[in-house]
């Protein structure tokens, strides 16, 4: 016949005061132990929902993007933009307006940037690209050089400068850097301020004389020192 514990056994269990603490725990806080497994599962749910949400917006960019690239690449600026309405095809402006989170809708932007500047439309080019979030390592330089030319071509040259040196140091090694170095000093050259400009030919010739740039930054370097920049 089994045993039955006394009443001390079963205040002393260990096991068994947990297991009733826990109960009376959850008698005591049922509304609010039931509120918070509900939030959790919305939580949870509502992430997943989200998660296959943006896996979707980001395919159909994708598919729309392919038909603008189709246009830009063949310099039909205005239909990449625009899309073209006989050809039922959407343009980068509609992608970055409806799909502007996802990353097709960030490449869009590039697109719409360089395809702004080619039309000689650079204030809308450059809120285009500034607007562009450009990607780690070698790859993001050249979308940040652009920016730069694009502020040149507003006769922004300070701005530019800014930007060339913002592409020499995203990514440093021996070609893009000095080459954007020496544009950096260029634009400042141009913007009145010589004393940045030797500056930076200065760094170029010191970190990178076995570069492409150390020669034009050598005769740059001369021609600021002939005007007294490095006084």
């Given at each position: 016949m089994a045993k039955r514990l006394s009443k001390e056994q079963l205040e002393t269990d260990p096991l068994l005061t947990s297991y009733y603490l826990f109960t009376s725990f959850l008698k005591r806080n049922m509304a609010a132990v039931i509120g918070i497994t509900l939030a959790v599962v919305l939580l949870i749910g509502g992430g997943v929902l989200y998660y296959l949400y943006s896996e979707r917006q980001e395919h159909e960019a994708q598919e729309l993007l392919v038909r603008a690239e189709q246009a830009f690449q063949q310099g039909e600026y205005e239909i990449a933009l625009e899309g073209d309405a006989d050809m039922l095809t959407v343009g980068l402006v509609d992608i970055i307006n409806d799909y502007g989170r996802t990353n097709a809708g960030n490449l869009a932007r590039y697109y719409a940037a360089v395809a702004e500047s080619e039309l000689g439309n650079y204030?809308?080019?450059?809120?285009?690209?500034?607007?562009?979030?450009?990607?780690?390592?070698?790859?993001?330089?050249?979308?940040?050089?652009?920016?730069?030319?694009?502020?040149?071509?507003?006769?922004?040259?300070?701005?530019?400068?800014?930007?060339?040196?913002?592409?020499?140091?995203?990514?440093?090694?021996?070609?893009?850097?000095?080459?954007?170095?020496?544009?950096?000093?260029?634009?400042?050259?141009?913007?009145?301020?010589?004393?940045?400009?030797?500056?930076?030919?200065?760094?170029?010739?010191?970190?990178?004389?076995?570069?492409?740039?150390?020669?034009?930054?050598?005769?740059?370097?001369?021609?600021?020192?002939?005007?007294?920049?490095?006084?």
């Open positions: 204030e809308q080019a450059l809120q285009y690209i500034r607007d562009f979030d450009p990607p780690s390592g070698i790859l993001g330089v050249g979308p940040i050089a652009f920016q730069a030319v694009i502020h040149a071509n507003l006769n922004n040259y300070e701005e530019a400068a800014r930007f060339f040196v913002k592409a020499a140091e995203w990514d440093e090694n021996e070609s893009t850097t000095p080459q954007n170095l020496l544009q950096a000093a260029q634009a400042y050259m141009e913007a009145g301020d010589n004393s940045q400009a030797i500056r930076l030919v200065e760094r170029i010739v010191n970190e990178y004389e076995d570069s492409r740039s150390a020669e034009q930054a050598q005769r740059l370097e001369g021609m600021l020192i002939a005007d007294g920049a490095g006084s």
